[in-house]
């Protein structure tokens, strides 16, 4: 929608595109897919265990491997995405997604419903590469991190209605009840597919197949300023290899990327190269063993063995989790571009650990307690609102943002793929054996093992991941991952007003195209 009457001045201190988050959040709205996913399966698992006669074992595999075949979607989609574009790459994703969708909603059977999983994985796997890609590379620096956090926001929300879809589709009759909480992920993938004809394609991905003026219009409407797009377009140019001062519509691109060479460069990589890949395993590894996973999928057991025994009362609390994850995601998105990525991932973990620890706590008090303790029960709500909350202000969304932007844009696809790899292989380690992991060591034990597992984490973090709050993709991201450099980022007021302090802009007027 068009609005009138707005001034630069008003628009660069405003500092976000309203058609740039558009685009953000329809890319963004394919994770909905694989929140949603993992979110119904908390509680379906439970009458899928009771209707098919499953075992706790076969109930892990089934939790867990729609993440490890996400690693065939994360790993393919990079690749993909660099030849057909960004856009086309995320219908893709949803197609293959609605295919798992149908055969799960079916599930006839075990090995249909495993099956279903599997290719809805691969979905999941293409949703989590192409997502927070798609977001940065629209994106200004002054609003990088607000727009390629709205994937986690996606999965968050996505959650939120699979824990809802447990308990309204619960009360049917166990035969109908599983198997259309895990077919209505089907709607949305439709939805998404006819939306994204809505968005353009990522102007990075254009000017990386000499499509110079396609790139430039995308840029002018997600960009801020027309200076502000004019820059994007020269750095952009300056790192395809195309002559800043070109001003042809259409170049022949020396070397057209579509991921020659990539994987070589990623196996044998320089020494800042190397820095960027470690922080990125790092994180990817991290985010999942502190534990998120085994509170999300696995909630309705944790609140059984705090003595919430009725399933109405497990799926509300549950439900209260997704509630508590998407509100505080939304804190996340406002403060990452200000408070800085570094500050919110050490905040986050200082949270998740002490919540973790009282966790382990109040569930080894439980087990060795012969009556029931109604504090032990509120305090256990508590306890894992406190840790949904801590991972939602900052581990959730910042790894999606830190990941996604540290790449240079040769690499930018096929890195982020690689880290999707890892973090998909890790989803599903801790998906398939925390069950086990309770059992051997007690469920009191598993949390204080995560605590512990955390404490590993914030070092890691503290010493390897530095800022990147505000750096320009194209210039600095590379200098701050190499030891020793003093380049700070692009100040804000200067990035963005750099057309109206040197009087280049003749209208003091924003063209409503933009919009």
């Known amino acids: 929608m068009a609005e009138s009457g707005l001034t630069v001045d008003q628009k660069v201190k405003d500092g976000r595109n309203k058609y740039a988050f558009a685009c953000s959040f329809i890319a963004s709205f394919i994770s909905v897919l694989m929140g949603y996913d993992t979110g119904v399966m908390s509680g379906a698992m439970l009458f899928i265990q009771e209707d098919l006669k499953a075992t706790d074992g076969q109930i892990q595999v089934l939790a867990g491997i729609l993440n490890a075949c996400a690693l065939v979607g994360s790993l393919t989609a990079g690749r993909l995405s660099d030849w057909i574009g960004r856009r086309y790459t995320i219908v893709v994703g949803a197609a293959i997604f609605f295919l798992g969708s149908l055969l799960m909603g079916l599930g006839l059977n075990l090995a249909m419903l495993m099956a279903g999983r599997c290719v809805a994985g691969v979905g999941v796997g293409y949703a989590l590469m192409i997502a927070p890609v798609y977001s940065v590379e629209v994106s200004s620096p002054s609003s990088r991190g607000c727009l390629s956090s709205l994937p986690e926001i996606c999965i968050s929300i996505g959650i939120l209605f699979g824990y809802l879809s447990n308990y309204i589709f619960g009360k049917l009759p166990l035969i109908y009840g599983w198997r259309l909480m895990l077919g209505v992920g089907m709607v949305p993938s439709v939805a998404l597919v006819f939306s994204i004809f809505a968005m353009p394609e990522s102007p990075r991905w254009l000017v990386m197949q000499g499509h110079i003026k396609d790139a430039r219009d995308v840029l002018q409407r997600v960009s801020n300023t027309k200076e502000e797009a004019e820059r994007r377009l020269e750095d952009i140019k300056a790192t395809v290899g195309i002559d800043r001062s070109s001003t042809e519509d259409v170049v022949q691109v020396v070397s057209k990327h579509h991921g020659e060479g990539v994987w070589k460069e990623l196996l044998r990589p320089t020494p800042t190269v190397r820095r960027i890949l470690t922080a990125t395993i790092g994180i990817h590894i991290f985010q999942h063993a502190t534990g998120i996973e085994a509170i999300v999928l696995y909630s309705p057991r944790i609140f059984k063995k705090a003595g919430l025994v009725t399933k109405n009362q497990q799926f509300l609390a549950t439900i209260g989790v997704g509630v508590f994850k998407t509100l505080f995601i939304l804190v996340a998105i406002l403060l990452v571009d200000k408070a800085g990525r570094r500050k919110l991932l050490l905040t986050s973990l200082s949270g998740m650990i002490l919540s973790l620890t009282g966790l382990g706590t109040v569930l080894t008090l439980v087990k060795h307690s012969q009556e029931k303790l109604l504090w032990a029960e509120v305090s256990c709500v508590v306890f894992v609102f406190s840790f949904v909350t801590s991972f939602s202000i900052g581990l959730g969304p910042v790894t999606w943002v830190y990941c996604s932007e540290i790449f240079p844009l040769r690499l ?32 009191g034990g598993a949390f204080f093992l995560l605590a512990g597992i955390g404490v590993i984490a914030w ?57």
């Open 412 to 443: 930018r696809a096929q890195g982020t793929s690689l880290g999707v790899a890892i973090n998909r292989l890790m989803n599903s380690a801790m998906s398939m054996s925390f069950i086990s992991l309770y059992k051997a060591i007690t469920i």
């Open 459 to 515: 070092a890691f973090y503290f010493f390897y991941c530095p800022e990147t709050k505000g750096r320009a993709l194209e210039e600095e991201m590379e200098q701050v991952f190499n030891k020793g450099s003093n380049t700070k980022p692009r100040n804000k007021q200067e990035d963005e007003k750099e057309g109206v302090e040197t009087g280049k802009l003749d209208d003091a007027k924003v063209n409503t195209e933009t919009y």
